[in-house]
């Protein structure tokens, strides 16, 4: 292969990989606007820490400055920012104080195992330490891969591909498939091994979201047309407002306000 065409997958790589590492920024956003974190859980949040430092390592550990080590800096800093906003809004700071210790003490032990290894004093070969951390970032991988797959069951369970983020499964394709590339270019099985899971599990997302796709938008549709239309004006104006409840045929409901009534008929 080309020096050329090596640089080109070097970049796409690094950009593809970054764009996943950026994309709970509008989560992020949203929690830190409403000032609470909602339902979202922090799990994901500590699995792309994880998995970003792990790779990280592994980059270290095999001389990868770019993409692996520059890509991966960049995805540590973000998310330790996004744990920290989290962290801020959290209702429960404790539990996610403790699951992020747990995590960061882990990464702390590896980094030290890590940078005594590639200095010669664990006595290790080199090869010996490169399998090692190469296989904490597999394992650091599989911790994001059930997110999908909890994803794949939903969708077959409810038959609509609603849940599918098709912008982000696309990008993890692309990103994964460009990852396998590079693996590739260096002969590297566990580069090439995590990435290509990832493709395959993006891959069926892609497929059950065009086979479904007609029953997302037909239960959209019927969500919205569940949705209460209803209007309150002077008491001299009749509203019609259509919705669709067992009550009575015609029903009205007055306002506290004396001058004000509205006016309900319900459609069986």
């Not at 796409?12 to 909602?38: D, N, V």
């Not at 190469?134 to 059930?146: D, E, K, Q, R, V």
């Not at 407002?241 to 004000?260: F, G, K, T, W």
Request: proline content about 4%; charged content about 15%; hydrophobic content about 50%.
């Amino acid at each position: 292969m080309s020096d050329a065409f090596t640089t080109v997958i070097k970049i796409l790589a690094s950009l593809a990989a970054l764009y996943m590492c950026l994309s709970p920024s509008s989560s992020m956003y949203r929690i830190h606007k409403e000032q609470t974190t909602g339902v979202m859980s922090v799990l994901p949040l500590i699995a792309l820490f994880l998995g970003s430092h792990m790779w990280l390592l592994y980059g270290y550990v095999t001389d990868d400055l770019f993409p692996m080590v520059t890509t991966y800096v960049i995805g540590d800093i973000t998310s330790l920012s996004f744990i920290a906003v989290y962290y801020r809004w959290s209702s429960n700071k404790r539990y996610v104080l403790k699951v992020f210790s747990l995590v960061l003490g882990f990464c702390a032990l590896i980094t030290l195992y890590t940078v005594l290894g590639v200095k010669g004093v664990t006595h290790q070969h080199l090869k010996d330490v490169k399998l090692i951390v190469g296989c904490f970032a597999n394992a650091s991988s599989i911790l994001l891969y059930t997110s999908p797959l909890a994803t794949v069951m939903l969708v077959l369970r409810t038959k609509s591909s609603a849940s599918i983020p098709f912008t982000m499964v696309l990008v993890g394709l692309i990103n994964n498939a460009l990852w396998v590339v590079y693996g590739v270019l260096l002969h590297d099985a566990l580069v090439i091994a995590p990435s290509c899971v990832s493709v395959f599990t993006c891959s069926i997302q892609l497929v059950l979201f065009f086979i479904y796709r007609d029953n997302a938008k037909a239960m959209l549709d019927l969500e919205q047309d569940k949705l209460p239309s209803a209007m309150i004006v002077p008491s001299d104006e009749v509203v019609l407002a259509a919705i669709q409840v067992d009550i009575e045929p015609y029903a009205e409901l007055r306002s506290p306000r004396a001058d004000m009534k509205v006016v309900t008929i319900a459609i069986q």
